[in-house]
């Protein structure tokens, strides 16, 4: 199966980005407006940006 791929989004008047969930992921995990996840950045051997988000239990 292919990798799914993201574009980001600026928003007016700030410097916050948006990353979207494609729907086939938001669907298949419940994922739902309002859901809060943790975000850690980290740098791969090869220099790259890495984003892991873990969703968050109320």
């Known amino acids: 199966m292919p990798k ?12 916050t980005k948006d990353i979207s969930i494609p729907a086939g992921i938001a669907r298949d995990h419940g994922i739902e407006v309002g859901d809060e996840f943790a ?20």
């Open 4 to 15: 799914k791929t993201v574009g980001v989004r600026g928003r007016e008047g700030t410097s």
């Open 39 to 58: 975000i850690d950045a980290e740098t791969d051997e090869n220099g790259r940006l890495v984003l892991r988000y873990t969703r968050l239990e109320e």
